[in-house]
């Protein structure tokens, strides 16, 4: 079968290796779409998180986020049939072909009939934004505000707006990324490079004995940080920024990966009696609250699909994926 096979950093290659084996109860699925992760990027660019991949003989096939048809069954299952248009989770998806193992049988979900492959392959990164945006607990009289406008962080304002009517304030660097926001229902956006973010949230980042006492409070209830600190990063991160403008007693829920740790005044997190949350993954319900979401139509991922590729341009796919002023999801329709 075709697939993009990872050997190494920044060396993804079209490839024609074995169609994966099922033993009884597996589902195969023909994978009809599959998106690139922002986990596959770190893989891409430094091989982080290569275990996300399925091992093959030379390298690896990476993609977790897809959808497609079944095609064959380890034997009969019950409520599975062939030529179901489903999602589910699994691993080695950027290839023609996906095992769904038997343990993992009831994640795999029906998609709208007029939901495509593509949107139904951003299941997973929604289910991402969900389980963040649930550590975020917005309330309808609260503000919160997403740093990052990539696909988890329009994901979270997209959760955030199905179910309450709290404030969302977005920003980024990228002006086609804060138009998106815009278009998906953000209350405001804000170009981190034109505006001072810290300043403008009324928050306060100087701390010393002085300001002990008299530390300025921000005017937003959450934060959170889509963004992380990649490798080169130079100046004050994401995180401490996000500290500084969120109130006192409110919450920063992490959701982005780090490539480097930033220095952060602890004494802010202390003194602001901030919630510092980690946010990783989703759990089973999270997933299937995601799916839910976007075949009922509360939630539209179509805007968020900014590139297809086939396989054989696999190389190009991830290259355009690492632009982020340009791409916001990237999907192979193998
Ligand atoms: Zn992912």
């Known amino acids: 079968m075709k697939a993009a096979v990872f050997h190494g950093p920044e060396d993804v290659r079209f490839e024609e290796i074995d169609p994966p084996a099922l ?37 690896r096939v990476l993609g977790h986020e897809f959808s497609g048809e079944v095609v064959q069954t380890g034997g009969p299952i019950e409520g599975i049939e062939l030529g179901n248009r489903v999602t589910s989770i699994g691993m080695g998806a950027n290839a023609e072909y996906v095992v769904i193992p038997k343990a993992r049988i009831d994640t795999i979900l029906p998609i709208g009939d007029n939901i495509s492959f593509s949107e139904a392959a951003t299941t997973e990164p929604l289910a991402t934004s969900l389980h963040a945006a649930n550590l975020g607990q917005a309330q309808d009289e609260e503000v919160h505000l997403i740093m ?6 329009l994901g979270i304002l997209q959760c955030i707006k199905a179910r309450s009517k709290a404030k969302v304030i977005v920003a980024d660097l990228s002006e086609k990324r804060l138009a998106k926001a815009t278009e998906l229902g953000a209350d405001s956006v804000i170009n981190v490079r034109a505006q001072n973010i810290v300043k403008d949230l009324g928050g306060s980042s100087a701390f010393s004995e002085e300001t002990l006492l008299d530390i300025t409070t921000g005017s937003v209830d959450t934060v959170y940080d889509c963004a992380g600190m990649s490798k080169n990063f130079e100046g004050i991160s994401v995180l401490e920024q996000a500290l ?3 109130k006192d007693q409110g919450r920063v829920v992490v959701v982005a990966v780090f490539e480097q740790s930033p220095k952060i005044d602890y004494n802010l997190i202390v003194r602001k009696g901030i919630q510092l949350l980690g946010s990783w993954a989703w759990s089973i319900e ?6 839910s979401l976007i075949r009922t139509g509360a939630i539209n991922r179509k805007p968020l699909i900014s590139h297809t590729f086939t396989l054989e341009q696999a190389s190009e796919a991830y290259e355009t994926q690492l632009r982020a002023e340009e791409a916001i999801k990237v999907v192979f329709t193998p």
């Open 244 to 246: 500084a403008i969120v």
């Open 23 to 59: 033993a009884p109860g597996d589902v195969l699925l023909r994978v009809r779409a599959c998106g690139i992760c922002g986990s596959d990027l770190h893989t891409y660019r430094h091989g982080l998180f290569q275990q996300l991949g399925n091992p093959i003989e030379q390298g």
């Open 148 to 153: 990052g406008a990539g696909i988890i962080g």
């Open 286 to 291: 999270e997933f299937k609250e995601a799916a």
